[in-house]
């Protein structure tokens, strides 16, 4: 929407007045999502913006990249600004998503001169979530419950006859009677993976804002 309201380094504007390529993430975007962490949560919600797993450990951390790989020597990650104040990639996916106001990714040079070198792989803009002005304080109560399971389950998994031969020929084969272990067929994808991974989530937040305070 050409009204829609973003966050770039020289405050709020709306996008129709932006010459920047500038992307808009709300709030309610992410926080629908079932996902286990930040990084998951904002997979495939701004255009440009790349969320790479490297890995499927649960603790193991997103790597971000927006419009691709623009310098060899500075890295693939953007610059990650947290209500205007710098941080790092590792501190952004600690982030719950239910903390999040807005997030703006700015993609282009115009949009993320002001930030210097530091923005040669684009900016992150996240705005975090403010105390509302009332009489009494707001007390919300959020519970998501979710699946996660795999993309591709047809996997040709070897039996344990295979991979004994697999293993003769190139050259594992120690020498030690596999006998024994020929007779037991174990499913290692079925042992590692459920079939449907249950995800959980539940989130009390309390806020108010004063003349005095906002929390």
Do not use: C, H
């Not at 309610?28 to 999502?33: D, L, M, Q, R």
């Not at 623009?70 to 590792?90: A, E, H, M, R, Y």
């Not at 239910?98 to 684009?122: C, F, H, M, P, Q």
């Not at 007779?183 to 937040?205: C, G, H, I, K, T």
Request: a neutral charge; proline letters at 3%; glycine letters at 6%.
């Amino acid at each position: 929407m050409m009204d829609e309201v973003v966050v770039v380094a020289y405050g709020v504007r709306k996008k129709g007045t932006i010459a920047g390529s500038v992307s808009a993430v709300k709030s309610e975007k992410i926080e629908n999502v079932p996902a286990a962490s930040f990084d998951q949560a904002l997979q495939g919600q701004s255009t440009g913006l790349q969320v790479i797993s490297s890995s499927g450990e649960p603790s193991k951390a997103a790597t971000f990249q927006i419009r691709g790989t623009n310098s060899i020597n500075s890295g693939k990650s953007p610059l990650f600004i947290l209500d205007g104040v710098p941080i790092s990639s590792s501190d952004f996916n600690t982030l719950s998503p239910n903390d999040i106001e807005s997030i703006s990714v700015l993609k282009d040079a115009s949009s993320t001169s002001i930030y210097g070198a530091r923005a040669a792989n684009g900016v992150v803009v996240i705005t975090s979530k403010r105390g509302l002005a009332m009489d009494k304080a707001k007390i919300t109560l959020r519970a998501q419950y979710g699946f996660s399971e795999l993309a591709q389950t047809n996997w040709k998994m070897m039996n344990t006859d295979e991979r004994i031969q697999f293993e003769k020929e190139v050259g594992l084969d120690t020498g030690k009677d596999y006998n024994l272990l020929s007779r037991v067929n174990v499913n290692w994808l079925d042992e590692v993976f459920n079939d449907r991974a249950p995800l959980q989530s539940y989130e009390l937040s309390i806020n108010r804002a004063t003349d005095r305070l906002n929390y």
